[in-house]
């Protein structure tokens, strides 16, 4: 689809319809602005970090993405009003006694795409560090999170790119990594 594309009803019913899917209601409009929240808390074993993200996308219920990896960052999308999202997140984080640190907040991209990629040999913070270095650099990503405890690497991207294995490979040979699995994650 064209960039800023706009489907009209009948052609919106139509793809719709054409999934198997039935029509209730239709309205026009723009789609819900999302607003990012990054931010380091201190670093959660794996249980303690699931723990977590699952309360938070329980008491934050405009949430769209929750996520937190074993380097301590944090991404948080929120739908909805920005000033209202932060007080929301800001609440809840100060709730559980969490301290943050570098929050940083960011209109998040109208379109989206998650992507996890499996990294043999992340042992420890410091090989975290690198991948999670290294991925920052590739175009389109817009947030990293790595998981030591799986070795896996989740990538949050503007839009769906087709050389995004190509890039992500270009990024981690150099720092004397491989990948060895590579997948689009559906909402």
């Known amino acids: 689809m064209e960039r800023e594309a706009v489907l009209t009803e009948r052609d919106a019913k139509k793809v719709i319809q054409d999934a198997g899917y039935k029509v209730v209601s ?3 409009g723009e789609p819900p602005k ?3 929240f990054l931010f380091r808390v201190n670093q959660l074993e794996p249980g303690q970090r699931a723990s977590l993200e699952g309360a938070l996308r329980e008491e934050l219920t405009d949430a769209d993405k929750v996520a937190i990896d074993s380097l301590g960052r944090a991404t948080i999308v929120v739908r909805g009003d920005p000033a209202a999202a932060e007080a929301s997140v800001s609440a809840s984080l100060k709730s559980r006694g969490l301290a943050t640190a570098g929050t940083e907040t960011r209109t ?3 379109l989206d795409a998650t992507y996890v990629v499996a990294v043999p040999g992340m042992t420890g913070p410091a090989a975290a560090r ?3 270095d290294a991925l920052a650099g590739v175009a389109k990503v817009v947030a990293v999170h790595v998981y030591q405890d ?7 991207l503007k839009e769906p790119c087709d050389a995004l294995e190509t890039n992500v490979k270009a990024a981690l040979t150099p720092a004397g990594f491989s990948v060895a699995r590579f997948e689009l994650l559906g909402d």
Not at 150 to 156: I, Q, R, V
């Open 130 to 132: 690198t991948i999670a």
């Open 108 to 110: 998040w991209p109208r």
């Open 34 to 36: 999302r607003t990012a």
């Open 150 to 156: 799986t070795a896996t690497a989740t990538l949050w």
């Open 26 to 28: 239709f309205q026009l």
